[in-house]
């Protein structure tokens, strides 16, 4: 029986990083007199690295030889990364960053039956509770049983240990749930987690390899603006991504 839904946020939700994290990073940086600035192109590849916290350090190592860390560079990541953090929650709250097609639509009709919602992310909580507040509704992270995000777990998506707690914290089997990514990293940690996944891209992860996918969805879709299916199983592509659809795809043979 399916019981809980499990969203990744970044990318799943709303397409958050190019116009997102991604002119956040820029402004920390500049608040900081660093001249570095993350371009459209140069973001796409450090999305490699999940984690704002490792996503700087891993540029600086490989994008920066010029720069000279600082004895103390890890209080200035950390620095860094919570200035980050502010310019990019204070972007969410002006409600530039719409939740993706179907979302709002499929919540509420997951909620309606009352099936379980919870977040399973790399981002930092005040992230997530920003986009649910200012982007789908002021009580929208009370929707959510559990928000499993940041730094709760030490190793990051593609590990499968934020989805491993956040299973382990609902009392909940993977045969039980779905999760819902955007990335070839998140698409990892589900299936590492033994969870069955479905994949909306973006125009960053659109060339991902995803396979172990359940389902590639440009999107979840919705009645007057359908969803296409990507992947091979073309016969079963739904017009846009609703409950029933998702138990039918739960209950499926195979694993996950
Ligand atoms: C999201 C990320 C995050 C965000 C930035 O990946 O990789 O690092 O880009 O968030 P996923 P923070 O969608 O797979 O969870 O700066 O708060 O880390
Ligand atoms: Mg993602």
């Known amino acids: ?4 839904l499990l969203f990744d946020v970044d990318g799943t939700l709303a397409d958050t990083e190019r116009d997102g994290h991604r002119p956040a990073f820029n402004a920390a940086f500049r608040e900081f007199g660093l001249d570095w600035t993350w371009d459209v192109a140069l973001y796409g590849e450090l999305l ?5 916290k490792e996503r700087i350090r891993h540029y600086v190592a490989r994008h920066r030889p010029d720069f000279t860390p600082p004895a103390d560079f890890d209080a200035l990541v950390v620095e860094l990364h919570r200035a980050k953090t502010r310019h990019y929650t204070a972007l969410v709250e ?3 960053l719409p939740l993706r097609p179907g979302v709002k639509r499929l919540l509420h009709e ?3 039956a009352g099936l379980i919602l919870a977040i ?17 509704a002021t009580d929208a992270p009370d929707w959510f049983t559990l928000i499993a995000a940041g730094d709760i777990v030490p190793a990051k998506k593609p590990a499968p240990d934020i989805y491993l707690w956040a299973l382990d914290r609902l009392g909940l089997s993977a045969a039980e749930c779905l999760a819902f990514e955007d990335s070839r990293n998140g698409l990892r940690a589900a299936l590492g987690a ?10 960053y ?3 991902d390899d995803f396979s172990g ?3 590639v969805l440009t999107d979840l879709g919705e009645p007057d603006a359908p969803c296409t299916r990507l992947d091979s199983a073309g016969q079963d592509a739904p017009a846009w991504v609703d409950l029933s659809r998702l138990r039918d795809w739960r209950a499926q043979v195979g694993s996950p």
Do not use: F, I, K, W
């Open 1 to 4: 029986m399916l019981r809980a």
């Open 48 to 52: 490699a690295v999940t984690g704002g």
């Open 94 to 96: 002006t409600g530039a």
């Open 110 to 112: 997951a909620r309606d």
């Open 120 to 136: 399973a992310t790399t981002t930092t909580p005040e992230n997530v509770t920003a986009l649910l507040r200012h982007s789908l």
């Open 194 to 203: 033994g969870l069955r996944t479905v994949v909306t891209v973006n125009d």
């Open 205 to 207: 992860t659109r060339d």
């Open 213 to 215: 996918a359940h389902a």
